[in-house]
């Protein structure tokens, strides 16, 4: 069934087409709120706020196959708002948020892509990991960061060989 299909029933008061919809996005919206959080706390507080935003303005949502990206502009806004309260979230303390057997290892590459990720600017680093850690299209970065595809597809290409300057620089 597809999200907008879920909506309709969502709307029609079908609970379990919501705790469906809710099942599908979580684990994603989770890690995407994870990305700018300085905690897991946080980041699962972001994403209960951001499924609650989406069901208060889903009378409002008129559908057309881009639920996706509206979902992703719900918690990007949400992220953004409160990125403005604390300082910014380094990834060196993802740690805390993944799960995994080698943490040290995962700590040290972290550290890693968090130093690559500095050198790039804040849109440039929200392209980046809308792409390929939340592996949106460009279509859909470009809606949650209110652009044309064609500008979310120059910052991720921008951001790439900026990353593969340093990284060479690196070596």
């Known amino acids: 069934m597809s999200d907008d299909e879920l909506i309709d029933r969502i709307k029609n008061g079908d609970e379990a087409a919501a705790e469906e919809l809710i099942d599908r996005y979580y684990a994603a919206i989770l890690r ?3 990305w700018h959080c300085a905690n897991q706390e ?3 507080d972001l994403t209960q706020e951001t499924f609650l935003k989406l069901f208060r303005s889903l009378p409002r949502y008129k559908g057309r196959n881009r639920f ?3 979902l992703y502009t719900i918690a990007n806004r949400l992220c953004i708002d409160e990125s403005r309260k604390i300082p910014f979230y380094s990834l060196e303390d993802a740690a805390e948020i993944a799960d995994g057997k080698n943490e040290i290892a995962q700590a040290e590459h972290r550290e890693e892509i968090s130093r690559l990720l500095s050198v790039l600017s804040d849109v440039q680093r929200e392209a980046v990991i809308l792409r390929f850690g939340q592996e949106l299209g460009f279509a859909e970065i470009a809606e949650v960061m209110g652009g044309s595809r064609r500008t ?3 910052r991720v290409r921008n951001a790439l060989q ?3 300057r340093e990284f060479r620089d690196e070596r």
Do not use: N, T
């Open 32 to 34: 995407y709120c994870g």
């Open 42 to 44: 946080k980041a699962e």
């Open 68 to 70: 996706k990206s509206y």
């Open 162 to 164: 900026l990353l593969r």
């Open 152 to 154: 979310a597809q120059s």
